[in-house]
């Protein structure tokens, strides 16, 4: 199973990413999905995650400004980012469970990294 996140950049204060994850390899099913972020110095935090039935759960810091979808035909997840502020810039990372077979239980399996920079 591999994540392959895409999206981030270089964009100012106040503008808008989107960020991408697809899920590939053998797949029975996927149970949750979210944002991770990990500024330089801090630990990594969740920022958005949304379960199979679309059920959201955000940080406090993005709430309002941030939204996380998903594509289950698609096996992608998303996350629209708007309003970006500084404290934004991060590494972003994708995670999601995934049940590999109806024998298999839950793993967590990670995307590689996608830098945000937000500064004018």
């Known amino acids: 199973v591999q994540l392959q996140a895409s999206g981030g950049g270089l964009v100012q204060p106040g503008g808008s990413l989107r960020l991408s994850c697809v899920v590939s390899g053998r797949i029975f099913s996927i149970n949750d999905m979210g944002w991770y972020r990990q500024a330089p110095g801090k630990q990594r935090e969740l920022v958005a995650a949304?379960?199979?039935?679309?059920?959201?759960n955000y940080a406090g810091s993005v709430k309002g400004r941030f939204t996380i979808s998903r594509d289950n035909a698609k096996n992608t997840v998303y996350l629209q980012m708007n309003s970006l502020k500084p404290e934004d810039t991060a590494v972003y990372y994708c995670n999601a469970e995934v049940r590999r077979g109806r024998d298999y239980g839950d793993v967590d399996y990670w995307g590689n990294g996608t830098q945000v920079t937000v500064s004018s």
């Open positions: 949304i379960a199979n039935g679309g059920i959201t």
